[in-house]
């Protein structure tokens, strides 16, 4: 099955991963994609920037490999993206 036609669950069983780590890895892939997309900045010209291949940039903004790319490394693509990323933890009600 597809990766885009697996639910976040199914996705994160298949990666070994958390459910959880999976969806907010997916919130910030389309961030990037959109973010990317709003800058008119190809993938090549992203992954010059970042210093990656166009290929690694497809591969991210595709969900392959979701489990090896790291938050710090979608982090550094959003900055220079322009966007400035804090994680707030909250405790549950």
């Known amino acids: 099955m597809a990766y ?3 639910s ?3 996705l994160a069983k298949s990666l070994g991963i958390d459910a959880d780590e999976a ?3 997916q919130r910030l892939i389309e961030l990037i994609k959109k973010a990317r997309k709003d800058k008119h900045i ?4 992203l992954a010059k920037k970042i210093g990656v291949t166009q290929g690694r940039i497809a591969q991210i903004e595709s969900r392959i490999g979701t489990a090896k790319v790291t938050f710090e490394i979608l982090f550094g693509i959003l900055r220079q993206l322009g966007y400035e990323y804090r ?3 909250k405790r549950s009600a």
């Not at 190809?42 to 010209?45: E, M, P, V, Y």
């Open 8 to 10: 976040v669950d199914e």
């Open 4 to 6: 885009k036609e697996m």
């Open 42 to 45: 190809s993938q090549a010209a």
């Open 87 to 89: 994680i707030i933890a």
């Open 23 to 25: 969806r907010e890895k």
